[in-house]
C-alpha cells in the first residue's frame, strides 16, 4: 500500500509560481510510474504531468508544456511539480498519482493506469 500526500498549493498571482510536494510512504515507489492530475471546480480531472521511475522519460498536457516541471528524489521518496508561468486558468485541486507497475508513453495521461491517489492540494491563480 501507498499514501501520497500533497504540499505546496497557495493563491498566487498571474505569472507566479509554486512547487507542489508529493512525499510518499508505506513502501518504495522506485519502479512506479508517477503523475499529477488536476480538477477544477465543474470539470472532469485531466492529466497534467507524469514520470518513470528513473525520472528519464516525462510527459506533459499541451496545456502546461513549457511552464511546468516533473521531477522525483527516489531517495527522499517524493514527487515534485515545479509550475512557472501560472495563468487563472490553471486553479485547480492537484492530485498526485502513482502506479504499481511501469506505465507506457501512450497511457501515462489515462488516470486509470494508477493505483494511488493522494488527497490533493488547491491552487489558486488570481488574475
Known amino acids: 500500500q501507498v499514501q501520497l500526500v500533497e504540499s505546496g498549493g497557495g493563491l498566487v498571482q498571474a505569472g507566479g509560481s509554486l512547487r507542489l510536494s508529493c512525499a510518499a510512504s508505506?513502501?518504495?515507489?522506485?519502479?512506479?510510474?508517477m503523475g499529477w492530475f488536476r480538477q477544477a471546480p465543474g470539470k472532469e480531472r485531466e492529466f497534467v504531468s507524469a514520470?518513470?521511475?528513473?525520472?528519464?522519460?516525462?510527459y506533459y498536457a499541451d496545456s502546461v508544456k513549457g511552464r511546468f516541471t516533473i521531477s522525483r528524489d527516489n531517495a527522499k521518496n517524493t514527487l515534485y511539480l515545479q509550475m512557472n508561468s501560472l495563468k487563472p486558468e490553471d486553479t485547480a485541486v492537484y492530485s498526485c498519482?502513482?502506479?504499481?507497475?511501469?506505465?507506457?508513453?501512450?497511457?501515462?495521461?489515462?488516470?486509470?493506469?494508477?493505483?494511488?491517489w493522494g488527497q490533493g492540494t488547491q491552487v489558486t491563480v488570481s488574475s
Open positions: 508505506g513502501r518504495t515507489f522506485r519502479y512506479s510510474t
Open positions: 514520470i518513470n521511475w528513473s525520472g528519464g522519460s516525462t
Open positions: 498519482a502513482a502506479s504499481r507497475a511501469v506505465v507506457g508513453s501512450s497511457l501515462a495521461g489515462d488516470e486509470r493506469e494508477y493505483d494511488y
